[in-house]
């Protein structure tokens, strides 16, 4: 559909934008980029952001003469980041006499499923989650939508059972079982370009999955090359001269949170990798493409793009700095690292956006959050590609599992 949209207009010479809210989707969209990058918008965007983008300049003639916005993958955004973009756009357009207009008038488009995983709000209860979504904006009376059944959710957390058909619960190591299931006759198919770009195992925690990628790794031949971070703090935002005395080099490496990559990275030619920040988004290089790894030099690693807009490219990937963009300490760690993380396994929210053929989910733990059920299991394109996991914490199989449902986001639909 959005395609039609873009090809439509564009054949009339009009200037259609298309973002998306995440790398991943953006590269679905003819001429997509991500929302943050092509409207500047800042990270974190809060309650009085703006884009960066001022009056006058190049993006905002550009902002002036688009025709139409398409913005996919709406509800994983904050509701800040439209609002920035209705402020700005009312900016630019007030030479237009549109100053008051939503979106200084023009016409914009909103897709995505809300049953799918809402803006992510470090350590955020669901109050403020649900407070951050699109239907809580000022902006939501104003947008139209069109009929449709969204859902018909539990509200909170439901217990439900799985099919026994795509279920896995024969088995003594859990691991061993979902990485059997996943990719069966991995000896003769870990080469296969085809084989691993079309299938992964899908996990809840970043804990687990690290665990899976380990196993997987070491059935690999081969031999690995381990890469170690190098890890500084920004002494400008120190306030508490006490807290330098505790920040050795021990106690930073030992440091993990979402968007940073590891202290210690091990890899083998042939592993697959998936890309934690965006490189080169005009080359299909964002945060969560895959590639599988090529050659590894101490200083550079080269892998060949899996799927996607660079489909067999090779690419060079070097080592960044990288800092959180919401630090949960009292400091900003700034960690200098490859920005990627080996992609056997992958967590629910990292797989939004991707589409495989094959995909095991293992659950060892419930599922805490909306939409991270949903998510994981609609990301295979046949339902004889799944195959659940779920255990006990005695190992022991089960037949369900927990699905978590915010009802009152759906309330204003």
């Known amino acids: 559909m959005w395609k039609t949209f873009a090809t439509s207009l564009r054949s009339k010479h009009e200037i ?53 916005i398409i913005w996919d993958e709406a509800p994983m955004a904050s509701k800040f980041c439209f609002e920035a973009l209705d402020k700005t756009l009312k900016d630019v357009m007030s030479s237009y006499g549109n100053s008051e207009e939503i979106f200084g008038g023009k016409v914009v488009v909103f897709g995505g499923d ?18 951050s979504t699109i ?29 026994p058909e795509l279920l896995i619960q024969d088995f003594d190591d ?11 006759a991995f000896m003769d198919n870990y080469k296969s370009y085809d084989h691993l770009k079309s299938r992964a195992i899908l996990a809840s925690t970043i804990e ?4 899976i990628n ?12 381990d890469y170690y971070s190098s890890n500084s703090v920004d002494r400008s935002e120190i306030h508490d001269n006490n807290i330098i005395d505790i920040l050795s080099p021990e106690f930073l490496i030992s440091l993990r949170t979402s968007g940073l990559p590891n202290h210690l990275i091990t890899l083998k030619v042939g592993c697959p990798i998936m890309l934690m920040q965006n490189i080169d988004q005009s080359e299909g290089l964002c945060n969560g493409t895959r590639l599988i790894v090529t050659k590894m030099a101490n200083h550079v690693i080269e ?48 797989s939004q956006g991707q589409s495989l053929d094959w995909v095991g989910l293992y659950i060892p733990k419930d599922v805490f959050s909306h939409g991270k059920l949903y998510v994981a299991i609609s990301r295979v394109t046949s339902k004889k590609g799944i195959k659940i996991l779920i255990h ?17 986001v759906f309330g204003n639909i």
């Open 16 to 68: 259609i934008l298309t973002v998306a809210s995440s790398g991943i989707a953006s590269l679905l969209l003819p001429g997509g980029r991500t929302a943050h990058s092509k409207f500047k918008l800042p990270v974190p965007t809060l309650e009085n952001s703006t884009c960066d983008i001022t009056y006058g300049d190049e993006y905002a003639e550009l902002l002036c003469q688009a025709k139409l």
């Open 114 to 131: 809300f049953r799918q995983i809402l803006p992510v709000i470090p350590r955020g209860s669901r109050s403020d989650i649900v407070h």
């Open 135 to 163: 239907n809580a904006s000022y902006i939501w009376h104003l947008v139209e939508l069109g009929e449709g059944r969204i859902s018909e959710p539990n509200d909170g957390y439901a217990e439900i059972e799985i099919p």
């Open 174 to 184: 859990p691991i061993v079982a979902i990485v059997d299931s996943t990719y069966p």
């Open 208 to 211: 687990v999955v690290d665990q």
């Open 214 to 225: 380990r196993h997987v790794l070491q059935m690999l031949p081969g031999e690995s090359k």
């Open 303 to 350: 892998a060949q793009v899996m799927g996607g807009k660079g489909h067999g490219k090779v690419i060079y990937i070097p080592r960044m700095d990288t800092s959180p963009s919401q630090s949960p300490w009292p400091f900003m760690l700034n960690r200098r690292q490859f920005p990627i993380i080996v992609s056997y396994a992958m967590t629910f929210n990292k």
């Open 392 to 408: 006990d914490d005695n190992n022991k199989s089960k037949t369900s599992t927990a699905n978590v449902v915010y009802k009152e």
